[in-house]
Nanobody
Framework: EVQLAESGGGLVQAGGSLRLSCAAS????????IGWFRQAPGMGREEVSC????????WYAEHVKGRFTISRDNAKNTVDLQMNSLKPEDTAVYYC??????????????????WGHGTQVTVSA
């Protein structure tokens, strides 16, 4: 089973930027969706953004549209999340996950996906 590892988290001031990277332990064959999710303290895990390998279609949660950009780097075997104009409410542990189905719906990833261990993003006011 492929293993995922997130990197790039850290502490940043509001308005700043971070770039998260999700690296796979091996080349991933077949079709899949890779998603970024986040979990703030005391909250449930929620979708942030996903990219479908089949056609590179992307999906974003409403509250990150226009600020976050998801992309695949085939040469590096990574999926990155560029986060701009960060807000304190973006503070959370960010996870990447892979799912062999369709769509960007957390319950599907939770039940059938493979997950990384997460990276902390903290945005100070």
């Amino acid at each position: 089973e492929v293993q995922l590892a997130e990197s790039g988290g850290g502490l940043v001031q509001a308005g700043g930027s971070l770039r998260l990277s999700c690296a796979a332990s091996e080349f991933i064959f077949g079709d899949y969706v890779i998603g970024w999710f986040r979990q703030a303290p005391g909250m449930g895990r929620e979708e942030v953004s996903c990219i479908d390998k089949r056609d590179d279609s992307t999906w974003y949660a409403e509250h990150v549209k226009g600020r976050f950009t998801i992309s695949r780097d085939n040469a590096k075997n990574t999926v990155d999340l560029q986060m701009n104009s960060l807000k304190p409410e973006d503070t959370a542990v960010y996870y990447c996950a892979i799912y062999r189905g369709y769509g960007c719906y957390y319950p599907n990833f939770a039940d059938n996906g493979s997950w990384g261990h997460g990276t902390q993003v903290t945005v100070s006011a």
